[in-house]
């Protein structure tokens, strides 16, 4: 059994995390953005690799 970091998640799981689209996430990968790899047709992506992914991002705060 993968313990929780080692688990795959899919598109749709990872823009959820990362507050982008499924298709952007695809993009990402395919672009080498993102750290993943394509099981069959369909990319996977661990979430450790997902997370610190989303920590080395900057965030950009805008004023209201």
Known sequence: ?????EELLNS?????I???S???VNEFAR?????G???GKQWRFRRRDIFAFNK???RVVGVA
């Not at 749709?12 to 959820?16: D, F, L, N, S």
């Open 1 to 5: 059994m993968l313990d929780r970091e």
């Open 12 to 16: 749709k799981e990872v823009a959820v």
């Open 18 to 20: 990362l507050d982008l």
């Open 22 to 24: 499924p298709d952007t």
């Open 31 to 35: 672009k080498n953005i993102l750290p």
């Open 37 to 39: 790899f394509k099981k």
């Open 56 to 58: 080395k991002q900057p």
